[in-house]
C-alpha cells in the first residue's frame, strides 16, 4: 500500500495557506465605517477631517451622520471630496440659506410688495394669532442640496451611492430614531438635519420627523451593524459647561438639552476605533460665519490622529482618489407634473414657478421658480424630482407641493416720515377667501394721518388675473399755490403756498397678465375722489374751509412694469421700468369746466456694482399731459424724499414736500450707495429736472436743469425697514433740508 503521508501533508499545508491567506486578507483589507455627528455650524470641521482623509487616501466603504453630519456625510457619500466640499461651503451665504430668505427677483410684484411692508407676520386662523412651527421651511436646504446631488438623482436605494450612506431622523409623534436609507437622498437629509424651532418638520410619507440629533446623535452602533471592522468617529457635540460658562438662560437650557447625548457618548466614544474630536467650544450650532476656522480645527483634530489614520491606511492596498462633481449648472424639461394641490390650481402653480414644461432652463432659473412659489407663503414646501424621460438628458419634473393649513395672516409695521409723520400699521391678509387663488389685504394705518389700503387679487399666474384695490390717504401739508389754482387767480394774490388738508379716495379694478415671465401688464377701470380743502383763505360761509377741490373722477388705465431689483432701498444691480397712461373721461360737477385728457409717466433705473462696498443706481423719467390742461390738480408735484407718494407727488432733494409744481417733466437721479459696514450705508446722491407746464411743446425739456438738488445721507436695515437721515440742499434756492425716515414705506 503506498503512503499517502505526503499527499495529506502538502493538503494540509495548502488548506493553512489558503485560511491564512483569507484571514490575512480580512486583516489586510477591514470595511471602514465614518460616523458623523450632528452639531449645526460646528459640524463644518467634518469638511476639515475628510481632507485630511482624502490626503491619506483612506478608503470609506460605509458612511452614518446625523443633522449636519448626515448633510456633509451624504454630499461626502455621493462622490464630492473633502476640498471640494469646503470651497462649496465657503460660497453659500447661509443666512439666506437658513432663514428662507429668497432673492427679491424671485418673488413676484405682488410678494415683493408684501415682504417690503410688514416688519412682522404671524399666523392668525379662526381669531388666533399663533407662531410658525419653524423660523424657516428649510426650502432653500433642500433646493441647494437637490442641485448638489443631481448627479445622484436617480439613486433611491442608499447603498448605490458611490459610498453607502444612512443618516437618523425623529419620528416626532412616536419619538423615536429612524434610519434613512431610502427613497429621496435630498429630503431624508433635510428631514435629519430639521433643527427644532429653526426649521420646520419634514412630512415624509404622512409621518413627521425632526432633527434626529433629539433621539441619535452619533449612530455608531448601527454604522457597526453594516459589517464595519474599523470606525472613524468625528464628534462635534458639546460637553458639559462649568458654573461660569453658565450665565444665561439659553445656556442653560441648552446644557439640559445636551445631557442625555453628552451621557450617551460615553459608551459610544469605547465603541469608536479611531475618535477625532474637534475644539469647537467657542463656537456654537449658528456660526456659521466662522466656518473657516471650525473647518481648520476639524484638520487639526484628524491630524492628531495621524498616526492611527496612516496605520489604517496601510491595511488598504488602493490608494483612493476621489474627482471634483460636475455641478449641472441647465436641464432640460418635459412635463411639469403637479401634485399636492388641493387649494391651488395647476397653471396658478406653474405661473409661481415660471414654468411652461418642454424647455430648456438653468438651474438657478428653477431654483427661482421654486423660491417664487415658496415666497407666496401660501406652501410649506415644493419637494420636487427629476424624472427621466425615453429622449436622453431630458426629463419630467415632479413637483410635489405641501399646501400650507393657515390661511390667514396678521402683520404689524411701523412707520415715520416728514409727509404722513408717525404711523402704526396693521393689516390682515386672508388667502382663498372666495377662490382658489386669490387673496384679500387690509391695511389700517392709525397715526397723525389715518389711511387704508385694500387689496382683493385673483392670481392666474400666465393667464389674465383680476385685481380690486382701494385705498384712502390724508395729510396736511404747505403746497405750491400753482398745484391749486392758476397763478393769475386772486385768490393766491401774494400767495407762493397755501396750507391745505388733502384727502384721495381711489379705487380700481384692474386685470394683469405677465409677459416673457419677467413684465407686468396691467389695465383697468379707476375711480379717484379728491377733496383738498384750506383754513388759509377767508370763506364766504363763516367757520367753513375754503374747498379747491371736491371732485370724482372716472378714468381708464394701463401700465407696464418690470423689477429686477436685487433690493428695492439699497440695490447692487438689475433694472426697473415702470410705465402708465391715465385718460381721464369723466368728472363730477364741481369741476364744470372738465374735458377729458390723458397723463402718461415712465421710471426708468438701473443699478449696477463697481465693488463689493460700492454700488451705484441711475434714474430717469418724465412726463406730461395730454388733451384739456385746465386741471391742476393731478399735475406732477416734486419735492422732499419718499416713496409711499400717491398721484403725481415725487422725491426732489433740497426742496420741502410738494414745492415744484407742472404738468410735465424730466428727470435725472444719481445714487452712490457705500455699504460702510454690513447693512450701514453711506449714501450720495442728486437730482437734476426740467419741471413746468408743456415743457414738451417748446423744447424746453432739453435745456439746462432748472433744478437740481443734492442729498448726504445715513441709512441701515433694519428688521423694521430702512432707518435714514438725508441732509439735502438746492443750489437754485440755497436752502436746505432734512428727511427722516424711520421703517418700510407703506
Excluded at 493538503?11 to 455627528?37: H, R
Aim: some cysteine.
Amino acid at each position: 500500500m503506498r503512503n499517502n503521508k505526503p499527499i495529506s501533508l502538502c493538503i494540509l499545508i495548502f488548506t493553512m495557506f489558503f485560511a491564512f491567506s483569507i484571514s490575512a486578507q480580512d486583516v489586510d483589507e477591514p470595511k471602514v465605517g465614518l460616523v458623523l455627528s450632528g452639531g449645526g455650524a460646528k459640524g463644518f470641521a467634518h469638511i476639515g477631517t475628510l481632507k485630511v482623509i482624502d490626503s491619506l487616501g483612506i478608503k470609506v466603504d460605509h458612511i452614518a451622520g446625523t443633522s449636519m453630519g448626515a448633510i456633509i456625510g451624504s454630499l461626502y457619500a455621493s462622490g464630492y471630496s473633502g476640498k471640494q466640499l469646503d470651497s462649496i461651503f465657503k460660497s453659500i451665504d447661509f443666512d439666506e440659506l437658513i432663514n428662507d430668505k429668497f432673492s427679491r427677483n424671485s418673488k413676484s410684484l405682488i410678494e415683493r410688495n408684501n415682504s417690503e411692508r410688514y416688519a412682522i407676520s404671524l399666523p392668525f386662523d379662526n381669531f388666533k394669532v399663533s407662531l410658525p412651527s419653524g423660523l424657516s421651511r428649510g426650502q432653500n436646504v433642500y433646493s441647494l442640496l437637490y442641485k448638489l446631488m443631481l448627479h445622484v438623482n436617480e439613486v433611491d436605494d442608499f447603498n448605490d451611492l458611490p459610498i453607502p450612506f444612512f443618516c437618523i431622523a425623529t419620528n416626532i409623534e412616536t419619538g423615536r430614531p429612524i434610519i434613512m436609507d431610502k427613497g429621496n437622498l435630498p429630503e431624508s437629509v433635510a428631514a435629519s438635519g430639521a433643527f427644532p424651532s429653526l426649521f420646520q418638520p419634514v412630512i415624509i410619507d404622512d409621518k413627521i420627523y425632526i432633527d434626529g440629533g433629539v433621539t441619535n446623535n452619533y449612530p455608531i452602533e448601527e454604522l457597526r451593524a453594516k459589517g464595519m471592522d474599523i470606525i472613524i468617529g468625528v464628534d462635534v457635540q458639546d460637553d458639559l459647561k462649568d458654573r461660569e460658562a453658565l450665565a444665561s438662560a439659553p445656556d442653560i437650557l441648552l446644557q439640559i438639552n445636551n445631557f442625555r447625548t453628552i451621557n450617551d457618548m460615553k459608551d459610544k466614544r469605547k465603541l469608536t476605533d479611531i475618535y477625532i474630536k474637534p475644539d469647537i467650544t467657542n463656537f456654537s450650532v449658528i456660526s456659521f460665519n466662522e466656518g473657516r476656522d471650525i473647518v481648520r480645527n476639524g484638520e487639526i483634530a484628524a491630524r492628531n490622529q495621524i498616526e492611527a489614520l496612516v496605520k489604517l491606511k496601510k491595511q488598504q492596498k488602493e490608494f483612493s482618489v476621489k474627482r471634483n462633481i460636475t455641478i449641472k449648472d441647465s436641464i432640460k424639461l418635459g412635463y411639469v407634473r403637479v401634485t399636492g394641490n388641493n387649494r391651488y390650481t395647476r397653471s396658478y402653480v406653474l405661473g409661481k414657478l415660471k414654468l411652461k414644461g418642454y424647455e430648456s432652463i438653468s438651474y438657478n432659473q428653477l431654483d427661482k421658480g421654486v423660491s417664487n412659489l415658496i415666497a407666496t407663503n401660501n406652501f410649506d414646501a415644493l419637494r420636487y424630482k427629476l424624472v427621466p424621460t425615453e429622449v436622453e438628458d431630458v426629463y419630467d419634473l415632479d413637483a410635489r407641493i405641501i399646501e400650507s393649513k393657515n390661511s390667514a395672516l396678521l402683520r404689524l409695521g411701523l412707520h415715520y416720515d416728514g409727509l404722513y409723520k408717525s404711523a402704526a400699521l396693521l393689516n390682515v391678509t386672508k388667502k382663498r377667501l372666495i377662490s382658489k387663488n386669490d387673496f384679500a389685504s387690509l391695511d389700517i394705518i392709525l397715526g397723525d394721518n389715518i389711511r387704508y389700503n385694500f387689496d382683493y387679487f385673483i392670481d392666474k399666474g400666465f393667464y389674465v388675473s383680476i385685481g380690486l384695490k382701494s385705498r384712502y390717504n390724508q395729510f396736511d401739508r404747505l403746497v405750491n399755490a400753482n398745484l391749486l389754482l392758476e397763478p393769475s387767480d386772486p385768490l393766491l394774490v401774494g400767495l407762493n403756498k397755501v396750507d391745505v388738508e388733502l384727502q384721495d379716495q381711489t379705487n380700481q379694478l384692474y386685470f394683469q397678465t405677465l409677459l416673457a415671465k419677467e413684465f407686468s401688464i396691467s389695465a383697468g377701470f379707476e375711480h379717484k375722489r379728491l377733496k383738498i380743502t384750506t383754513e388759509t383763505l377767508n370763506s364766504s360761509i363763516a367757520d367753513e374751509d375754503f374747498t379747491f377741490e371736491n371732485t370724482d373722477y372716472l378714468s381708464l388705465f394701463g401700465g407696464l412694469k418690470v423689477d429686477t431689483y436685487d433690493n428695492k432701498y439699497f440695490p447692487n444691480n438689475g433694472f426697473s421700468f415702470d410705465g402708465n397712461l391715465h385718460w381721464y373721461i369723466s368728472a363730477s360737477k364741481f369741476n364744470r369746466d372738465f374735458n377729458p385728457f390723458s397723463i402718461a409717466s415712465a421710471d426708468i433705473g438701473y443699478a449696477f456694482s463697481l465693488t463689493d462696498k460700492l454700488s451705484i443706481n441711475l434714474g430717469t423719467s418724465g412726463g406730461f399731459q395730454l388733451g384739456d390742461r385746465s386741471t391742476n390738480f393731478l399735475d406732477f408735484a416734486f419735492g422732499g424724499y419718499g416713496q409711499n407718494f400717491i398721484n403725481n407727488f415725487r422725491s426732489f432733494y433740497g426742496y420741502d414736500y410738494v414745492s415744484v409744481v407742472g404738468n410735465s417733466f424730466v428727470k435725472a437721479d444719481v445714487n452712490l450707495d457705500y455699504e460702510l459696514f454690513n447693512k450701514h450705508h453711506i449714501m450720495l446722491s442728486g437730482n437734476f429736472a426740467n419741471i413746468d407746464n408743456n415743457i414738451f411743446d417748446d423744447g424746453k425739456w432739453f435745456s439746462a436743469p432748472d433744478y437740481t438738488g443734492f442729498a448726504l445721507g445715513y441709512s441701515l436695515e433694519t428688521f423694521l425697514g430702512p432707518i435714514e437721515a438725508k441732509y439735502t440742499y438746492s443750489p437754485e434756492v440755497d436752502e436746505s433740508y432734512w428727511f427722516f425716515n424711520v421703517g418700510f414705506w407703506f
